[in-house]
């Protein structure tokens, strides 16, 4: 009893602010004590109302009271401090900041243990008792303490929510439903919560059906992982055995491996570089567009301002640096196949003293050669994102949608002179280099298009620089029928000044699929199927760049998005 005598003085002398024992403890004029901090700092958030209130009780003051140190209570808390009583025990359970407190207590309150949505209040442990053993009270609804029981409450009529008008999908009290949602479709509150859990219900059952399927493909997928890998390591393992017996075979033709390895070299370099160099070209390309937008910032004639602003505004896309096009390894089974076949292969060349032996890869392709795609998803897979290069266009040429998109226009645009532009043929190149496996489409619109390839050392003026009409690059030129009076569309190979006629639908998008290390380049009608118009099989040299040629005034052509 005298240890419980403690605690109660102990509650008595602490302050409902801090909720410590009192601190240079002060008295206001409605009898309720705190810290002198404490109150101080509550009634300066209160100094522009200039009514300053109780914490506990709400009663108001004007003017502010003056704070004089309650001697007594500051020597009942020293005594209590020498007991060593410096935290209040356990079980009171007080509320803190983060919880839900008793609506019931008063003076410091202890946590909520429940809140009843009928009473729309919450209670801890001792006020909530009556619900359990007042028959009227049993049937209220009791749930873990909220402070959102007020959102319960008819903002309007001060009732609780029991009812659901689905017609403008709220919660309503009962006066609601004769009033304002009058002859609208309502419902209980739980009769709308029966319908809602069971169809959310439906939608648990259909996320958990969903979880165990991902899971069983999640197991499929780790066994399809322990299969690549089994299959991999017997690859490696098995292939290790049989280069070991290919490298004395191959010595004496090494010198041909390393000519085309430098050859391959000289080609990514060569990529590479170009790339830096159109990364150089396009930071000086920046800057002067900035020197030039910040000399028109300071033009102080307003025609000159906005008849210069067009011209000077737009800025060319990006160049994208990415060239590097990574395949994932498949098939290991048929490594093995592919190294037993060439050692067999190479064994009964040597023994037939064959001299003319050519390598034709220095990578995986050699090992696994893939064939070119049937199907329009087997092409995608080696899609590219290709962008025009302004920096080529011929100033006929309108670039736009992300310099994607390519217009042939009546008139002139005062693109900035740079060495790479073309300069009589209305042709423009792709800003990116292509090499590897790679896979476009051309969707185009008016009298023709010429779609080509073309190495980046291509004449940019005089008759050498047509897509076609030179060494440097392939074109395939197709043509609407209406143009030239013919009884269908039809379409036209060119390298190097010559042509061959392409037989074959000529749709408005065509596919442009190049396999660079093998020298493969087919050109296809993309429809509802792949048609193949024409290929080639040749070696090439040097990086190549997609270009386009627009024969007539408003004829368009655009690199599709294929991602």
Same mark, same amino acid.
């Given at each position: 009893m005298e240890q419980k005598g403690v605690q109660l003085d102990r509650e008595t002398i602490s302050c409902s602010i801090c909720l410590d024992l009192l601190k240079d403890p002060v008295t206001i004029p409605c009898g309720h004590s705190y810290c002198m901090s404490c109150i101080k700092s509550f009634w300066d958030g209160e100094d522009q109302r200039k009514i300053y209130s109780c914490p506990q009780c709400r009663q108001a003051f004007t003017p502010r009271p003056v704070l004089v140190k309650n001697t007594m209570l500051a020597e009942l808390v020293e005594q209590l401090k020498k007991t060593g009583l410096q935290a209040a025990p356990a079980d009171h359970c007080y509320a803190g900041p983060e919880d839900v407190a008793c609506d019931v207590c008063t003076g410091r309150k202890l946590k909520a243990l429940k809140s009843c949505l009928t009473c729309s209040a919450s209670y801890c442990e001792n006020h909530l008792q009556p619900h359990y053993d007042a028959a009227p009270l049993k049937k209220h609804k009791l749930v873990d303490p909220s402070e959102k029981l007020q959102e319960n409450i008819c903002s309007r009529h001060d009732e609780v929510m029991k009812m659901f008008c689905r017609t403008d999908q709220q919660s309503i009290c009962s006066i609601c439903s004769v009033d304002e949602h009058k002859g609208h479709d309502t419902v209980s509150a739980a009769a709308e919560r029966t319908e809602r859990q069971r169809e959310l219900e439906v939608s648990r059952q259909n996320i958990q059906q969903r979880i165990q399927d991902r899971e069983?493909? *999640?197991?499929?997928?780790?066994?399809? *992982?322990? &299969? /690549?890998? +089994?299959? &991999?390591?017997?690859? *490696?393992?098995?292939?290790?055995?049989i280069f070991t017996e290919l490298i004395s075979l191959i010595q004496k033709r090494s010198s041909d491996v390393k000519q085309q390895i430098r050859s391959q070299q000289e080609t990514e370099v060569s990529r590479v570089k170009e790339l830096q160099e159109k990364l150089k070209q396009e930071i000086t390309e920046l800057k002067r567009k900035d020197t030039e937008l910040k000399q028109l910032s300071h033009t102080e004639d307003h025609n000159q301002f906005l008849l210069n602003y067009p011209s000077?505004? %737009? $800025?060319?896309? @990006?160049?994208?640096?990415?060239?590097?096009?990574?395949?994932?390894?498949?098939?290991?089974?048929? /490594?093995?196949? &592919? /190294?037993?076949?060439?050692?067999?292969? $190479? %064994?009964?060349?040597?023994?037939?003293? +064959?001299?003319?032996?050519?390598?034709?890869?220095?990578? /995986?392709?050699?090992?696994?050669?893939?064939?070119?795609?049937?199907t329009r998803a087997g092409f995608l897979r080696y899609s590219r994102e290709i962008t025009l290069d302004p920096n080529t266009a011929s100033t006929q040429l309108l670039l736009s949608d992300g310099d994607r998109k390519a217009e042939r226009t009546s008139q002139i645009h005062s693109y900035p002179s740079h060495p790479d532009r073309f300069t009589e043929s209305l042709q423009v190149l792709s800003r990116e280099s292509l090499t590897g496996r790679c896979y476009w489409e051309v969707e185009w619109r008016g009298g023709g298009v010429r779609v080509a390839v073309s190495y980046k050392n291509i004449s940019r003026d005089g008759l050498d620089c047509v897509f076609g009409l030179n060494d440097k690059s392939w074109m395939l030129d197709c043509c609407k029928s209406w143009m030239f009076s013919r009884d269908t569309d039809s379409s036209t190979f060119w390298f190097n000044h010559i042509s061959t006629p392409v037989w074959g639908p000529v749709s408005s998008r065509v596919g442009v699929y190049l396999d660079? +290390?093998?020298?493969?380049?087919?050109?296809?009608? *993309? @429809?509802?199927?792949?048609? $193949?118009?024409?290929?080639? %099989?040749t070696t090439f040299t040097q990086p190549l760049y997609a270009g386009l040629c627009l024969c007539f005034v408003e004829d368009t052509a655009e690199l599709c998005k294929l991602k």
């Open positions: 069983k493909d *999640v197991k499929l997928l780790q066994q399809e *992982v322990e &299969a /690549v890998n +089994r299959s &991999a390591n017997k690859a *490696v393992k098995n292939s290790g055995k000077l505004s %737009q $800025l060319s896309a @990006s160049t994208d640096s990415s060239s590097i096009n990574i395949r994932p390894l498949r098939y290991f089974e048929d /490594v093995t196949a &592919a /190294v037993s076949e060439l050692r067999d292969q $190479l %064994q009964d060349i040597l023994r037939e003293k +064959r001299t003319n032996i050519s390598l034709t890869g220095t990578d /995986v392709d050699f090992l696994l050669p893939e064939p070119e795609p049937k660079h +290390r093998a020298g493969i380049l087919s050109f296809y009608s *993309v @429809s509802e199927t792949m048609t $193949l118009l024409h290929r080639v %099989q």
